[in-house]
Each structure stands twice: as structure tokens, then as C-alpha cells.
């Protein structure tokens, strides 16, 4: 049985008077975002391409006493998502802070890849994210109060992951979208930032970390000694979305477990000589 939620732990980010909109929050991530602006007290909008996945997570947090509404709504489509923030706004009121997490991936090599493949990834990362901002900063700015935009992003998004190349200009587009949108807004106090995970457990890496082999060598990659979980990147997020980072805007923050740190350990160096 789930503990009833108690916000007075978390009051300190001062998110318990917020609506928080949370994309592709049916699972993963982004679920596990949306309980955790619960435990702050804020009222949450759980949307997911997949509406019954994001109704269990909404039921998940009003069970425990928190405030949660699901909608289902594909992140790539402006219809879509412009009816998704009239049930918010008429639901819990306007937008306070916009989580962009829905993502979609293909693995293909770029010359080989199915354009239509291509088109749907981009799509749902990166054009997804503005047509979401687009969708909900409207009410923001009419509410007059700021607000923020944390996109997530990922460790792809600076290097390049091979035979995932949408993916990975999915997600470093998404960094240059959420400067410029960090420009555009701050007239409006609507901070726009970055979150990219590293490696990160989730239902859809878990295949990789049951094979103990290839979760081995992984986590012998990384500096912290084990992959992420979602709730290392709610913590970042939430911290990112409140008060407490208000002067915090136009940054990508690197989640990694100082993974990328280690990019001059592979690099052969000569035998030292031994002194005598």
C-alpha cells in the first residue's frame, strides 16, 4: 500500500500552489516527475500517448491524496495537445511549470533510415516540444505569474549514438530550442532549461540492464557506480522547475554520473618509465 503523500518535506521548492504538466508521463521518467510534484503538493497533469497507462499513475497519486489528472494526448500532434491544455486549464487552472518528456525512438542508421521513421522521432522530440510549449505558455503569460519549461534531453544529444541518429538530432535540437525559448520568454519571467539523463534504468532500457554482462560493463563505465533511476532525474527536474533555481535559465544540465568525465581515460597513453 502507497504511503499517503506529505508535502511538508518537500516544501522548501514552494511547488505546492503549481500546476505542473507532465509529458509522456505514463510510465518511465516522466511518471515518476509526476509523483514526485505530488509529494510537493502541486496539482499534476499526467499526458501520454497512452491514456490508460497515464489514468494508473493519476489514480496512484490521488489514492495517496494528491491532486492528478490524466489526459491522453500525443505530444506530435497541435490538435492534440491544444485540446490537452483546455482539460488542464478548465481541470486544475493554468500552467505553472511544463515538463517536455514524451519521446519517441528509431534504430536505423541515418542513410538507411525510413524517412517516415525519421519524421515521426523528430516529430514527437523535438517539433513535440515546441508545439507543447506553444500549446501552454499561452497561459502563463496570461496568468502573468512566470513560469518554467524543462525539457528532457539526453547524453545522445551531445555525442552521437550510433544507429540512433534521429534520436540523438532529436534531442540536441531540443537544447537549441530551449535557449531560444529562454531568450524569448524571460520578458514574461518563463524560464526555459534542460535536463538530458545518462544512463538511466527505466522500462525501456530495462532489457539492457537484465542482461548482467552488458549492465555490468555499463555501470563500469560510470563514476557514481550504477546507472540512474527515475527518481535521480525527478530530483534534478523538480530543483530545475522551482523557485529555488529561478536564476537558473537557458542551461542544459548533464545527468550522468560523471560519464562523460572519463572520455580522456580511453585514450592510449605511453608505458611510464619506472624510476630508478
Request: proline share 4%; glycine share 10%.
Amino acid at each position: 500500500m502507497n504511503e499517503v503523500i506529505n508535502t511538508k518535506s518537500n516544501s522548501w521548492l514552494g511547488l505546492s500552489d503549481k500546476v505542473c504538466v507532465v509529458t509522456g508521463a505514463g510510465s518511465g521518467i516522466g511518471a515518476e516527475v509526476a509523483r514526485q510534484f505530488a509529494t510537493c503538493g502541486a496539482s499534476v497533469a499526467i499526458l501520454d500517448v497512452n491514456e490508460a497507462a497515464a489514468s494508473l499513475v493519476a489514480s496512484e497519486i490521488v489514492d495517496r491524496g494528491g491532486r492528478a489528472i490524466a489526459v491522453g494526448a500525443d505530444a506530435g500532434s497541435q490538435a492534440s495537445m491544444q485540446q490537452a491544455a483546455c482539460r488542464v486549464h478548465h481541470g486544475l487552472g493554468p500552467c505553472n511549470v511544463l515538463v517536455n518528456n514524451a519521446a519517441v525512438r528509431n534504430r536505423s542508421a541515418l542513410i538507411g533510415i525510413d524517412l517516415a521513421a525519421w519524421s515521426r522521432v523528430l516529430e514527437v522530440n523535438l517539433t513535440g516540444a515546441l508545439i507543447c510549449s506553444q500549446a501552454f505558455v499561452p497561459h502563463m503569460i496570461e496568468a502573468g505569474k512566470g513560469g518554467s519549461l524543462v525539457h528532457v534531453a539526453s547524453l545522445v544529444g551531445y555525442h552521437p549514438q550510433p544507429d540512433g541518429g534521429a534520436y540523438s538530432v532529436s534531442k540536441a535540437g531540443m537544447m537549441m530550442l530551449s535557449r531560444l525559448l529562454s531568450i524569448e520568454l524571460a520578458p514574461h519571467r518563463i524560464r526555459s532549461n534542460v535536463v538530458a539523463p545518462g544512463f538511466t534504468r527505466t522500462p525501456a532500457t530495462e532489457a539492457a540492464y537484465d542482461h548482467a554482462e552488458t549492465a555490468a560493463a555499463r555501470i563500469a563505465m560510470i563514476p557514481a557506480g550504477r546507472a540512474a533511476t527515475p527518481t535521480d532525474l525527478a530530483d534534478v527536474i523538480l530543483f530545475i522547475a522551482s523557485e529555488r533555481a529561478s536564476y537558473i535559465n537557458g542551461q542544459d544540465l548533464l545527468v550522468d554520473g560523471g560519464f562523460t568525465n572519463t572520455l580522456m581515460t580511453t585514450v592510449p597513453k605511453l608505458p611510464q618509465k619506472e624510476s630508478t
